[in-house]
């Protein structure tokens, strides 16, 4: 729980940083233009002190829970602040940042609970992650395409074909990592099950489902608001869910 509250002000000191650093930008969003900073509703000094408290409370409490899960959140800090400088004006090097952050993530959790990762668990948090990234660059690349405003510099460096293919070939390894993962002998002797490749089905379904809303629906900006808005994905999740539970203590 302390590792979470730690990495979620950290986190939140990282968001305050970008928004603060993009507020022109985000202000020729459709819906970025809403944002606290880029809308005017909080003022740039409040914000640069809440950053900082925010950060310095996030680190603090990683240093004392353990000395790796510090040095995981702070490199997750300077590895976001390059991003918001530099790296994320380099195309591809972007999204590879984007999707680093997830995978840091996991690894603090499996520091914090002592908890084993599995070599694919790694792989397939970070091609889903540059999956859902080139999707959102995509939304980026549309809205250019029918404004004319660009909302990021780096618009310029990507197009449609390019994230579409980029896209499936992201889809196609996370499935077929999925399904090594379900079927490595470690899983196998963990979960006492040799039939977790079943839920793959899910799996399919869940980014098939995500590539429709991106492709033919248009509307990959935000996945939160994706995954809280759609039924289709949340019974795949749910399905999902269920399945493995099922095969694993039934």
Known sequence: MMAFIAFSLV?????????????????????????PL????????FAKILMIILLIFGLAISYLLKSTVFYLILSYFILNLLYTLKLKHIVI?????????????IFVGSQTGNIWLSMWIIIMTFLLAL?????????????????GDKTRKIIDGYNLEFLNTSMVIMASVVIVSYI??????????????????????????????YMHITIVEKKSGSPTEMLLRDRFLQLSILGWIATFILLIYV
Do not use: C, W
């Open 11 to 35: 986190a939140s000191s990282v968001y305050i940083f970008n928004d603060y650093h993009d507020i022109e930008e985000d202000r020729k969003h459709p819906t970025k233009k809403n944002r």
């Open 131 to 147: 999956f859902i990234a080139l999707a959102k660059r995509r939304d980026d690349v549309l809205i250019y395409l029918e404004t």
């Open 38 to 45: 880029a809308s005017g509703k909080v003022s740039k000094q």
């Open 93 to 105: 090097i972007d999204t590879f940042i984007i999707a680093t952050g997830f995978v840091i993530r």
């Open 180 to 209: 090594m993962y379900t079927i490595s002998s470690d899983v196998v002797s963990r979960m006492h099950s040799e039939n977790l490749y079943l839920t793959v089905v899910f799996v399919i379904l869940g980014l098939l489902r």
